[in-house]
């Protein structure tokens, strides 16, 4: 078959087929003319009237942003209607005088009033938020002085509300209208609120629902006369996470004062029961007018409280670290629980002379009481035998110095160095020996997150399995339906004999247990089992003495392990008198005070 | 080659120029008139200082030979192309959509250039020498290189150019006599390819686009301008109603009313008796176009003609239909009419190419 009529050239078939061309064009315009007949002509006179009477005006109504609730069913966050003000820029005659008063009457800048309107056309009709969150009072005032302010509006939209304002600030994280730049991107209105931070931004598409609109009539004066039609919106999806809510507010209650994170995780599957990370944002502050000077000081405020420290953070592990040397030895045959030493405090190694954290040293020591006690002697001397290959591969199969895939963003990796005897020219220093000895206490240039930390516990308390941290259960949609559901996923398993397993776990109940370093954990009748760090902080200021992060990794019941709960408090000082105190509070709420705990662990 | 031939000034088609000029007036006065004051007047003269460069580049365009512009076009093509995918990298958003690029002082919209680019590369793909016919091949080929611009622009979203470009090459393909069965073809075989499209969208384009089909799915957007649009031009009854009462217009009822809206208000202003002579004056114009591709012998030139005539007409009567409420509403400026640079200049150089076509006839 061919493609084309015959061989080009025929000048005839050419225009003829031009011509037919025109004649499809020229139906369009006649088919035109026959429209704009209909509509001038025949419609002119009504839509003549209609033009006359004018006053339509559009006014969004904004969707109920889902709600996100903990594993047992309790709300982390609800909505609450909100007076916002707004300007309609078309409808403000005399702008200057009308912005005056409002300053006045609201207490409000001048020029933040007036910025908001720098942004959009003048003869714009479409309402522009200015301000959110207006009391009832204000909300008065403006309504009574209503003619004196036209383009003036109050309007009522639906606004977060939290229980306390800090309340799992980082993981559930702010709500704010869209800048400038976000704007800028196309994917949202001026004006829309959307998740900044945290689980709000991750979940924002299924969180913000559809606005809908209202068609207004308004008489001469803006005011409503008559409602034309109305679009509802569609409410955003509801977030079932796997938080425990009550867990959460006792692991934010333990760390009152303190700067650090919490962990809370359950080592059967990966859910996380509770992240905080102090000192948290006041989320209700965020979400409102919070002018530039309060966002400034927020974010040049030393103590960083918008970064979250579970997930942002990076700390040497300190001696939480000997278990990855331990489980290193153990399973290469390098180290036996057999070994001992003597320690008196002092390593020499060449010209260097290493020391433990105890003076005068721990006197005989084993493998098992070494862990116990946290004697760095021993663990000095093991670490050269177990090799930092090794001991570099166990730290890496436990996943720590990657990232866990929160999904949450902005997750740091932490590090794991790499082991290179040579030098390079340009590369970091060689190895050396004394690497070996600061990676073998978790000092030196090792690096890792609260939630890597948790999630290698959760191995140790599970025998080997590392979960991916599991934060949403499942997203309903507001009819009902399934939006998303995540089953808990596994990124890697640790391959140890059962032996080691056991030994492991053995030594860890001695540390709680057994007057080691974590005794202050100990709970009567439920075996916790942890290991305590104290992390020299990579900071500045050689001050006080304050200066070392103080570790604690732990899960229980040891027997049938429920929860891992780890806890890191920045420049607390020892582990076992700083952070196994907190664990404590946190293991106390969860076993003894069983009250709202309907189902602890079992996936849904 | 920018010597002028006199025998070419002799050729010059000025009725096309006339109702080309009668059209830009008409514009002018629009939007002289569109806003009480001076803001009227300044887009007014920002317009004007446009259509100066348009003629600029009209008479540029109309004094090259036009075959020598086929033949580089597939340099054109590549320059186009990468204007389109600097859109991508430096572009700036306005309305939610990717088009413009800064130069300067001044924003420039490489998709509306790239509807002539589009033209001279079909023309230079399939003219043919006197006495060939034209191969399978380059009609395919010709495809290719058309869709892979196509599918830029709808990534922009500019669905707008996109949907130009759609009748254009329908328009081109049906003259130099593609069999009708065959263009049925590739128009099931486009049909069949949306639902992959679609999967390739984003979400929130995937909304964009589904309003554009029913606009009733964003309440406060598109359907509004459909509905104030109407109301602008009906109320403008049999004579209109003069500059000043036209409220729907100068009282900002409408959206858009300078750029792609701005029929209706002429519509308002000026009534059915205003629209009757410019929509003639359209028609003579597209008609025009036609003349001069059915009286070229050249095939370049044929293939040009008839593109740069289909370029027009499917703007024009997209956008009418888009704002009587015929058609659903898409982003495409009325050529010669909306208030815009980058659409100004294009239209101007297009009429540049088919005065040139005309003049290079009677040789």
């Known amino acids: 078959m061919d493609l084309v009529h015959g061989p080009g050239g025929q000048r005839d078939a050419w225009s003829r087929r031009v011509l037919a061309l025109a004649v499809v064009a020229t139906i369009g315009f006649a088919g035109l003319l026959g429209q704009l007949w209909y509509l001038q002509a025949l419609e002119g006179v009504r839509l003549q009237e209609m033009s006359e009477k004018n006053r339509i005006r559009i006014r969004p109504v904004a969707a109920p942003r889902g709600i996100l609730f903990d594993r047992n069913g309790l709300p982390l966050v609800d909505n609450r209607p909100a007076f916002t003000l707004s300007f309609i820029p078309r409808e403000m005659e005399d702008r200057d005088s009308v912005l005056a008063r409002l300053s006045v009457l609201l207490k409000v800048p001048l020029a933040e009033l007036r910025e908001s309107l720098d942004r959009v056309p003048p003869d714009s009709f479409r309402p522009v938020r200015v301000r959110r969150g207006l009391s009832l009072e204000e909300v008065t005032e403006v309504e009574e002085r209503k003619l004196e302010l036209p383009g003036v509006v109050v309007e009522v939209e639906p606004e977060r509300v939290y229980p306390t304002s800090t309340f799992a600030a980082h993981l559930l994280g702010y709500v704010r209208e869209v800048n400038e730049d976000q704007v800028k991107q196309g994917r949202y209105r001026r004006g829309d609120m959307i998740g900044q931070s945290g689980l709000e931004r991750l979940l924002d598409e299924f969180l913000r629902g559809r606005d809908g609109g209202e068609r207004i009539e308004v008489d001469a004066l803006g005011r409503p006369v008559r409602m034309v039609r109305r679009v509802e919106p569609d409410p955003g999806a509801q977030v079932i996470t796997s938080v425990d809510r009550r867990i959460q507010e006792v692991a934010e209650r333990a760390m009152e004062g303190r700067a650090g994170a919490v962990v809370v995780m359950d080592p059967r599957n990966g859910d996380v029961l509770a992240m905080t990370s102090s000192p948290a944002f006041a989320l209700d502050r965020l979400t409102g007018n919070l002018d530039r000077e309060d966002w400034r000081r927020l974010v040049s405020d030393p103590m960083t409280p918008l970064m979250n420290r579970a997930l942002q953070s990076q700390y040497a592990p300190g001696s939480v670290f000997k278990i990855i040397v331990a489980a290193a030895g153990l399973q290469e045959g390098s180290l036996t629980p057999m070994d001992g030493t003597y320690c008196n405090g002092q390593f020499h190694l060449g010209a260097w002379t290493f020391k433990d954290w105890k003076e005068g040293g721990h006197g005989h020591v084993d493998l098992r009481s070494a862990l116990v006690h946290s004697c760095n002697i021993f663990f000095y001397q093991a670490g050269l035998k177990v090799g930092p290959e090794a001991i570099v591969r166990y730290a890496r199969a436990f996943g720590l110095g990657g990232p866990t895939g929160t999904d949450l963003g902005a997750e740091k990796p932490g590090l794991i160095p790499a082991v290179d005897w040579k030098r390079h020219r340009d590369g970091p220093p060689a190895w050396q020996a004394g690497d070996t000895i600061n990676i073998s206490i978790g000092q030196g240039r090792t690096l890792v997150t609260p939630m890597q930390v948790a999630r290698m516990m959760s191995a140790v308390a599970n025998g080997g399995i590392l979960w991916k941290p599991r934060l949403v259960q499942r997203i309903e949609r507001a009819d009902g339906t399934l939006a998303y559901s995540a089953s808990s996923k596994m990124t890697g398993h640790v391959e140890l004999s059962p032996v080691v397993w056991a030994f492991l776990k053995g030594a860890l109940v001695g540390v709680v247990n057994e007057g080691g370093t974590g005794a202050a954990a100990r709970i009567p009748g439920i075996l916790v089992a942890g290991k305590t760090g104290t992390a020299q902080s990579v900071a500045k200021s050689d001050s006080n003495k304050g200066q070392d992060h103080a570790w604690f990794a732990s899960f229980a019941p040891a027997d049938d392990p429920q929860v891992v709960v780890v806890v890191l408090v920045e420049r607390g000082g020892k582990g076992g008198q700083v952070a196994a105190p907190i664990a404590h509070k946190i293991y106390q709420a969860i076993f003894l005070e069983k009250v709202a705990m309907v189902d602890l662990g079992g996936d849904s | 080659m920018l010597r002028v031939d006199r025998r070419l000034l002799q050729n010059v088609d000025w009725l096309l120029l006339g109702t080309g000029f009668f059209i830009i007036a008409l514009s002018i006065l629009s939007m002289w008139n569109l806003a009480p004051g001076r803001g009227g007047s300044a887009l007014a003269w920002r317009q004007l200082s446009w259509v100066g460069i348009g003629l600029v580049a009209l008479v540029v365009v109309a004094s090259v030979d036009y075959r020598s512009l086929v033949r580089v076009a597939p340099a054109f093509y590549v320059l186009g192309l990468a204007l389109l995918v600097a859109v991508f990298v430096l572009g700036r958003t306005v309305s939610g959509a990717r088009r413009w690029i800064h130069l300067g002082p001044v924003t420039f919209q490489p998709s509306e250039l790239f509807k002539l680019i589009f033209v001279l590369t079909l023309a230079w793909a399939l003219s043919t020498r006197p006495g060939e016919s034209l191969t399978r091949g380059s009609v395919i080929g010709s495809l ?71 606009p009733f799915r964003d309440p406060l957007g598109t359907a509004y301008n459909v509905i104030q649009a109407k109301i602008a031009i009906g109320s403008g009854q049999l004579l209109g109603k003069g500059v000043s009462g036209a409220t729907q217009s100068r009282l900002a009822f409408l959206p858009e009313r300078h750029t792609d809206f701005i029929f209706a208000v002429f519509a308002e202003m000026w009534g059915f008796i205003g629209c009757l002579v410019l929509i003639v004056a359209y028609g003579l114009l597209v008609l025009r176009g036609f003349d001069i591709a059915a009286s070229t012998r050249e095939s370049r030139g044929r293939v040009l003609a008839l593109g740069v005539t289909a370029v027009f007409a499917a703007q024009t009567l997209i956008n009418l239909g888009m704002v009587t409420g015929l058609l659903p509403v898409v982003g495409i400026p009325l050529p010669l009419m909306s208030y815009g640079g980058s659409s100004m200049v294009a239209s101007l150089m297009g009429l540049g190419l088919l005065l040139s076509i005309r003049m290079r006839q009677f040789r």
């Open chain 2, 144 to 214: 290719a290189l058309v869709g892979v611009p196509f599918l830029l622009v709808v990534r922009q979203p500019d669905l707008g150019t996109a949907l130009v470009l759609v009748p254009v090459m329908a328009a081109v393909l049906v003259g130099i006599g593609v069999r009708l069965r065959v263009l049925g073809a590739f128009a099931l075989a486009g049909v069949a390819a949306l639902p992959l499209a679609w999967f390739a969208l984003k979400p929130y384009q995937r909304d964009r686009l589904l309003v554009y089909l029913d």
